[in-house]
């Protein structure tokens, strides 16, 4: 059985940091891209960041690039995500997603074809 089961997300003043996983299952994890999309109330879903565990290459949004790191640890088949220097407008839920191929900076553009999905892990960041 496929799973994505994130974890980490939670309530954070502004500035702070927190560090979300997304533990993979069931599924050969050096073959795809993993990573990460958000959504805010009322917002459309948008695309943050991704890793080939394989590769290295990474991807991040202008909107996180400097404040947010991605990394992966193959022995666990987990991916993490760092988020740094927090803002209000980082709260969303948080959904793990892969991805069969590499990570490309087109990773949000192939949402609607992502292969797995995690059930998602809110953020809250308040000032």
């Known amino acids: 059985e496929v799973q994505l089961v994130e974890s980490g997300g939670g309530l954070v003043q502004a500035g702070g940091s927190l560090r979300l996983s997304c533990a993979a299952s069931?599924?050969?994890?050096?073959?795809?891209?993993i990573g990460w999309f958000r959504q805010a109330p009322g917002k459309e879903r948008e695309g943050v960041s991704c890793?080939?565990?394989?590769?290295?290459?990474?991807y991040y949004a202008d909107s996180v690039k400097g404040r947010f790191t991605i990394s992966s640890d193959n022995a666990k088949n987990t991916v993490y995500l760092q988020m740094n220097s927090l803002k209000p407008e980082d709260t969303a839920v948080y959904y793990c997603?892969?991805?069969?191929?590499?990570?490309?900076?087109?990773?949000?553009?192939?949402?609607?074809?992502?292969?797995?999905w995690g059930k998602g892990t809110l953020v809250t960041v308040y000032s």
């Open positions: 997603a892969a991805d069969w191929g590499p990570c490309y900076s087109d990773y949000p553009a192939r949402e609607h074809g992502m292969d797995y």
């Open positions: 890793i080939s565990s394989s590769t290295g290459s990474t």
């Open positions: 069931g599924f050969r994890f050096d073959d795809y891209a």
